[in-house]
């Protein structure tokens, strides 16, 4: 498994599972903070057709572009389907935002292969790794 340092490194493409339109959500904060740092975002929320000036796809599915990154924002109970899409769109990562926890789903994507990060922010461990000069 990469490290969470390896994966901000390398990933360019982040689908962000759960995104807010609400610019007072912290799932539209990490987004903007995320993209303004160069990384692309592409909002996953059927309630939305655009987010942060991006396209919103209603499922991870739906999404036409390859993902490097699913940053989910939903409940923990609802994180299996998500990593199932994960698995069929060909992610590299499913990353689990602070507060979201599901092993079972965490170990089904291990063992086809995906990197998990579960219960840390995306941000969080960004702004962490700026500041110590490793991004």
């Given at each position: ?12 493409t ?13 799932s539209?904060?990490?987004a903007?903070?995320?993209?303004a ?31 490097d990154?699913?940053d ?37 994507a291990r ?11 995306m941000q ?12």
């Open positions: 498994m990469r490290t969470v340092e390896d994966i901000l490194k390398g990933s360019k982040v689908a962000v599972v759960g995104l807010s339109p609400k610019p007072d959500r912290p539209y904060d990490v903007r903070y995320l993209q740092r160069g990384y692309r975002i592409i909002p996953v929320n059927p309630q939305a057709t655009e987010i942060l000036g991006e396209k919103s796809y209603p499922s991870l599915s739906a999404v036409p572009a390859p993902v990154v699913v989910i924002f939903r409940r923990s109970e609802d994180v299996p389907p998500i990593v199932d899409e994960a698995v069929r769109a060909k992610a590299k990562v499913v990353w689990m935002q602070e507060g979201i926890v599901n092993e079972q789903a965490a170990d089904a063992r086809v292969g995906l990197d998990v990060v579960m219960d840390r922010c969080k461990e960004h702004k962490r790794l700026v500041a110590q000069g490793k991004l």
